[in-house]
């Protein structure tokens, strides 16, 4: 037994083949971690795991034993595609991608959130924009149509400078008023702008 | 003092699959004949 350890698989399989039954334990014994590693891997339930490395040797065993398996040194390649296909039929009948279990080590949702808003912040968020509406309603005329372009339409200074007829320096100058002003009454006021 | 970054393996490399099953599949072995005859194959179980 000692000795057949070092025995290359084709032999093994050659032996097996022929009867010798303690080849498939020295196989097995000797190929089973990675096996069973790629199985779990993909998917991470060591019961189905199981499942699917058993289903993938008695494949092994009934291809071996009908002397329907060609050797060409390639054997844990090929008990590594069984397991593969097996793997997705796994999938397709359960009609699902791979389940995560969630584990004292991995949580799903560590890497997964939702960053919609509640229904509550929603609610304040929209109250903060219909204050600050009102807070530019009170601007002077001049700011509140630079602020209005640069903020609510997205333009570039030289574009709302080339609208208004005035320099981009007047431009910049009359959006920092418009800001300081704000921030003035909201101070003033006392409003709270955060959600 | 080095700190180690990386991060913790979560699988165990080690992985094995259950004694039972390797068990069942050595019997299972041991029980199953295949018998060809000319294009049919025949599985045969000693139970």
Known sequence: ?195 | MAKIYSTKIVANKALKPKKETVSFLLNYSKALSIIKVKSFSFEIMAN
């Open chain 1, 1 to 195: 037994m000692a000795n057949n350890i070092q025995l290359p698989d084709s032999l093994l399989i050659k032996n097996y083949v022929e009867g010798d039954e303690s080849a498939l334990t020295i196989l097995i014994n000797r190929h089973q971690s990675k096996i069973f590693g790629f199985i779990y891997s993909k998917i991470s339930d060591r019961d189905i795991s199981n499942d699917i490395f058993q289903d993938t040797f008695i494949k092994v065993i009934k291809t071996l034993k009908s002397r329907a398996y060609n050797e060409e040194g390639k054997f844990l390649p090929w008990v590594m595609r069984i397991a593969h296909n097996l793997i997705i039929d796994h999938f397709r009948k359960n009609k699902k991608m791979p389940m995560y279990r969630e584990t004292e080590e991995f949580s799903i949702f560590s890497i997964m959130s939702d960053d919609s808003l509640t229904i509550e912040n929603q609610i304040i968020k929209d109250q903060v924009e219909i204050d600050v509406k009102k807070l530019i309603e009170e601007l002077p005329a001049d700011q509140k149509e630079v602020l209005m372009m640069r903020m609510y339409q997205d333009m570039s200074f030289k574009e709302i400078s080339e609208i208004t007829g005035v320099s981009i320096n007047t431009a910049l100058g009359r959006m920092r008023y418009a800001l300081m002003n704000m921030r003035k009454v909201i101070e003033k006021h006392q409003i709270v702008l955060t959600n």
